[in-house]
């Protein structure tokens, strides 16, 4: 998270909005881009985005986005004038420059926007569990969603502490 903060602050505000809107909901950057409002239900808190295309859809249909409260926040503020435009209008590939520019100005080591969906992943699945994150990222095999979600000290440490308690005690 410091290395995400340190590399926020070197970029412009619009470009913040977008990472943390991707941090929040661990679409694909191409997904976050391409997104309008026209395909997103905001009747709650919550809002869904149906993706008008995707590379699962022949298997599985309709694929939809959970954009989490934080997140729609950071949307609403940003609302295009027209149902059709684009929350954020640049390519995938400025996305990445723009984020690897800012991470050298912020003296941290280099990332990618995608490992913003791995570091959803690993959150979810250690605090909800592995199912959880399977279903956020949408993938059809829970091996691709161990692949994305990581074992993290604090994750170990939780799983030790509900074993056998935060005194270690048998």
């Given at each position: 998270?410091?290395?995400?903060?340190?590399?926020?602050?070197?970029?412009?505000?619009?470009?913040?909005?977008?990472?943390?809107?991707?941090?929040?909901?661990?679409?694909?950057?191409?997904?976050?881009?391409?997104?309008?409002?026209?395909?997103?239900?905001?009747?709650?808190?919550?809002?869904?985005?149906?993706?008008?295309?995707?590379?699962?859809?022949?298997?599985i249909g309709d694929t939809y986005i959970l954009i989490p409260a934080p997140a729609a926040a950071i949307l609403l503020e940003r609302m295009p004038?027209?149902?059709?435009?684009?929350?954020?209008?640049?390519?995938?590939?400025?996305?990445?420059?723009?984020?690897?520019?800012?991470?050298?100005?912020?003296?941290?080591?280099?990332?990618?926007?995608?490992?913003?969906?791995?570091?959803?992943?690993?959150?979810?699945?250690?605090?909800?569990?592995?199912?959880?994150?399977q279903k956020v990222l949408r993938h059809t095999n829970p091996k691709m969603t161990k692949t994305y979600a990581r074992d993290t000290i604090d994750?170990?440490?939780?799983?030790?502490?509900?074993?056998?308690?935060?005194?270690?005690?048998?």
């Amino acid at each position: 998270e410091s290395v995400l903060a340190a590399t926020l602050a070197e970029l412009p505000a619009d470009k913040q909005a977008a990472i943390r809107v991707q941090r929040l909901t661990g679409m694909r950057s191409g997904e976050l881009l391409r997104m309008t409002p026209g395909q997103v239900d905001m009747s709650g808190p919550h809002w869904i985005y149906t993706l008008a295309t995707h590379k699962t859809r022949a298997h599985i249909g309709d694929t939809y986005i959970l954009i989490p409260a934080p997140a729609a926040a950071i949307l609403l503020e940003r609302m295009p004038a027209k149902p059709d435009q684009a929350w954020f209008r640049w390519s995938v590939g400025w996305q990445a420059k723009s984020v690897a520019k800012a991470a050298i100005r912020a003296g941290v080591p280099h990332w990618h926007p995608h490992q913003l969906r791995h570091n959803l992943a690993t959150e979810i699945a250690e605090r909800i569990g592995l199912e959880s994150a399977q279903k956020v990222l949408r993938h059809t095999n829970p091996k691709m969603t161990k692949t994305y979600a990581r074992d993290t000290i604090d994750g170990l440490k939780a799983v030790a502490d509900r074993l056998y308690g935060s005194s270690g005690k048998w």
